[in-house]
């Protein structure tokens, strides 16, 4: 029997972040097998043969500052200054979903550094207000083609987190497509009804941490993955809340640079 990983040791193993570990698998870069409990793990062989070739793939390692400077700009700089530093990380990535994942470190920071008190709510929130409104800004600011795909953003129904879906759109928008905006707490029947009346091509959902419910979650996606079928219209499934690993008529993404990979394999 082969032995296997968890995506955590896996991760450490390879000195890159877990997110890095579940996009290459997302790709299919690295096998995975399912434990009789249902959960996903690595082969150990595996991990060790991409460390010592990854195909052109290289393994950076995680840098422990990243978090630490992004949390200090998403709390600490103004709208022009955010915004400044954001494009100036565009550059240097190339890319915006690479920067959004630079950024993902970052507000997950912001959320520690509430969880240890170092910050109260409300400097959360304004942080948070600050940096939904900058993403907006640079969404706003890229043209795209008014026969542009079109995609429908959504929270999953009960939660109210929605800055990764504008960090989202900033991705896509780059990526060519337009977006329809749902927001928070949309009821899935909302999303159906959208999904039936409105020319989209993909629906986005996002759950945050905060959906701790996975029964509720899979029912939630079960009803809209149907939706999406009969519509043939592709679904990507994002956040940190407990969605199902295995997506009906769908992808699961942990991170941005996985929804510009997904994409670019099912056009």
């Known amino acids: ?36 409990g249902g959960h996903r793990r690595l082969v150990l062989s595996d991990i060790m043969a991409f460390i010592q070739d990854p195909e052109g793939h290289s393994l950076q390692p995680l840098d422990e500052n990243l978090g630490y400077e992004w949390g200090d700009a998403i709390l600490n700089l103004e709208f022009h200054g955010l915004q400044s530093r954001l494009l100036e990380a565009r550059g240097r990535n190339g890319s915006w979903y690479k920067t959004m994942d630079e950024l993902s470190a970052g507000v997950r920071e912001t959320g520690k550094r509430w969880v240890n008190k170092s910050i109260t709510i409300g400097e959360e929130h304004a942080a948070t207000e600050r940096l939904s ?31 990764g879906l504008s960090m989202l759109q900033v991705v896509l928008r780059e990526l060519g497509w337009r977006c329809l905006w749902l927001g928070a707490n949309t009821p899935v029947a909302e999303v159906c009804r959208m999904l039936e009346t409105q020319s989209v091509q993909m629906v986005a959902l996002s759950a945050s941490k905060a959906s701790t419910n996975a029964e509720d979650l899979a029912r939630q996606i079960q009803t809209i993955s149907a939706s999406c079928q009969k519509t043939e219209t592709r679904l990507l499934v994002g956040g940190s809340g407990a969605w199902p690993e295995n997506i009906p008529f769908g992808f699961r993404i942990h991170d941005f640079s996985a929804v510009a990979s997904t994409l670019s394999t099912v056009k």
């Open 133 to 163: 409104r900058v993403l907006d800004s640079i969404y706003e600011s890229m043209p795209v083609a008014s026969n542009a795909p079109k995609c429908l953003l959504s929270s999953a129904e009960g939660d109210l987190h929605t800055l």
């Open 1 to 36: 029997m082969k032995e296997t990983l968890t995506t955590t040791s896996a991760a450490k193993l390879a000195g890159v972040g877990v997110s890095s570990i579940k996009r290459w698998a997302d790709e299919g870069k690295l096998r995975t097998v399912k434990t009789p």
